[in-house]
């Protein structure tokens, strides 16, 4: 099993900065004025980017040379809290040398069925555990 960490950090406002265990950062919004991205759009853009990972491997092994490849994902969301994904549509669209339409559909189905962790993560149940460290502020 292995672990994965992130370290989010509050900047003010509805703004924050996650920071991965390799130094990259990424940036989520939900303020007035947005300049990132919504913690829900991020859980898109992870199914996305997951997705996108494993179709270009698969094609790659194919031997089929893609020229352009992108995703174009929607997701549905209850009107009631916690305001969940109820359905999320993903779109693979490329195009490359030798492709055909049933190439990329099985392709995009063994991404969604077998290698996307974050496909498989929302088809499951996680267990998430909630721990806290309250620090007293400073006094002056």
């Known amino acids: ?76 969301r209850a009107d009631e809290h916690p305001r969940r994904y109820t359905r999320i549509v993903v779109r693979h669209i490329a195009r490359g040398e030798g492709l055909t339409p049933e190439a990329l559909e099985r392709a995009a189905h063994l991404s969604h069925e077998k290698y996307c962790s974050v496909a498989a993560s929302l088809n499951s149940e996680v267990v998430v555990e909630t721990r806290v460290e309250a620090e007293a502020a400073a006094s002056v």
């Open 1 to 76: 099993m292995s672990l994965k960490t992130l370290q989010v950090t509050w900047l003010g406002e509805q703004r924050y900065v996650g920071v991965s265990e390799s130094g990259h950062q990424l940036l989520i919004d939900n303020s007035a004025t947005k300049i990132g991205v919504s913690p829900m759009e991020a859980l898109l853009g992870a199914l996305a980017t997951c997705t996108a990972y494993d179709v270009v491997q698969v094609m790659g092994k194919k031997r089929i040379k893609l020229t352009s490849y992108r995703i174009e994902v929607e997701g549905e």
